[in-house]
């Protein structure tokens, strides 16, 4: 009988069993947790050095640049012009055509000093990010400096994911975050001019503290997450409502959401940011070329709006709702199975979670980048419960055992 009309054994199974036999005596889970470190750091460092050698130009960079040099500028007209003047240095003439004349907005803004500056106040908030920049650009051009930010933050958020797992005994999982990352935003997040990575950079370990329930050490990270990025204090406010319901780690939870509540009065103010409803409706409802006097009445059918347009553009454009939506389900089998995670780190869970749902409630905006720093934590802690061992050295390749009635 040829092979080909042998359908039982196409080719000679003795030889292949051998192999994987051998295969599998090799793959043990002390080398299975070698190979996932080795892979995780190459991938760390290769995502690390394409934000530094490669950053991505997007619309955003120049306002962010721009909110850096204000100190250096007072006429609208010569901040614009050296916010757009450093935006050009080591871009592509297809990358400048898309950031200035990728839409009727940014054709306004690119071609209006007055409408551009008018629209910083939603950047200068970003206070933590904004004083990096402004440091660094006065070493190096400031696109450079957007990208060291950038960077820097994807290696120390790679490194504490990493140290993570080998500290805790799942090295072998980190095979499994690296696409999940990946998917998640992180590559791609270490190339953007964006606050997102550095906000990661200290909040991820932030959150891993509390989980680990050293929620003192977690204070000053967390902290530092919310003057990145002030809209942390819906985090903060949801960790302080799981500390308050499990019973644990309350006080510096508290003092944590109120340091974060005196705090943010004073950065809006000195921002000039234009409050909750202008930003929400430019945001999420449409955009406006100026935002000098926008002062829109609120309205219940617009706030609506927001919320629909923002999950319909993150279930069709971003990954993170099918990521956190895979993960919940991971999370609800482990805990049936008995290996959910212990009390400090389900409160961590339970405090993203309420944070997801209170992001979406007062600012729906559906980028992979915002969600970013909690999706990674959260698939951290349930990998963490679930310590998977992909060794097979034990495993199957012996046959199976035939009864015989």
């Known amino acids: 009988m040829s092979i080909a009309t042998d359908f039982h054994r196409p080719i000679d199974s003795g030889p292949m069993r051998e192999l994987g036999r051998r295969v599998a005596a090799l793959m043990t889970s002390r080398v299975f947790s070698r190979l996932a470190v080795a892979a995780f750091a190459l991938f760390v460092l290769l995502s690390s050095l394409f934000g530094l050698i490669k950053p991505e130009h997007n619309w955003d960079m120049a306002p962010y640049i721009a909110a850096s040099l204000e100190d250096r500028y ?4 010569a901040l614009h012009a050296a916010a757009w003047e450093a935006t050009r240095y080591g871009i592509s003439d297809f990358q400048w055509y898309e950031i200035t004349r990728g ?20 950047y200068r908030v970003k206070l933590g990010y904004i004083l990096a920049l402004r440091y660094l650009d006065r070493l190096v051009e400031p696109v450079t ?17 990493l140290g993570w797992a080998v500290r805790h005994g799942f090295s072998q999982s980190l095979l499994l975050a690296a696409p999940v990352l990946l998917l998640a935003g992180y590559f791609d997040m270490a190339m953007l001019a964006t606050p997102d990575m550095m906000m990661a950079a200290f909040g991820i370990p932030g959150i891993y503290l509390a989980a680990k329930g050293r929620y003192w050490l977690a204070v000053p990270f967390l902290l530092a997450m919310f003057l990145v990025r002030p809209d942390g204090i819906i ?24 340091a974060a509540v005196l705090l943010y009065g004073p950065i809006a103010e000195a921002a ?8 929400y409706y430019f945001s999420n409802i449409a955009l406006q070329n100026d ?23 993150g279930l069709r454009f971003n990954n993170w709702p099918m990521i956190m939506a895979v993960l919940l389900l991971g999370w609800l089998l482990l805990a049936a199975r008995g290996r959910g995670a212990d009390r ?7 405090a993203v979670v309420l944070c997801f749902i209170g992001k979406y409630v007062t600012f729906p905006l559906p980028d992979d980048r915002v969600y ?20 097979t050295s034990n495993a199957a390749f012996t046959p199976p055992v035939r009864r015989h009635n």
């Open 74 to 77: 007072e006429q609208p007209q």
């Open 103 to 122: 839409n009727t907005y940014i054709v306004d803004q690119f071609a209006n000093p007055e409408h551009f500056v008018s629209q910083l106040s939603m």
């Open 145 to 161: 400096a957007t990208a060291i930010v950038a960077s820097l933050s994807t290696l120390v958020v790679g490194l504490v994911l």
């Open 235 to 258: 985090f903060l406010f949801a960790l302080l409502l799981a500390a308050l319901a499990f019973g644990q780690g309350r006080l510096p939870m508290l003092l944590a959401f109120l």
């Open 272 to 279: 000039g940011h234009p409050g909750w409803w202008p930003h």
């Open 291 to 313: 935002m000098r006097g926008f002062d829109p009445a609120f309205s219940v059918g617009a706030y609506l709006h927001g919320i629909v347009r923002g999950i319909n553009v």
């Open 344 to 350: 400090n780190a389900t409160m961590v869970l339970t």
């Open 372 to 391: 970013f720093i909690f999706v990674a934590p959260f698939l951290m802690i349930l990998l963490e419960a679930w310590k998977p061992d992909f060794a």
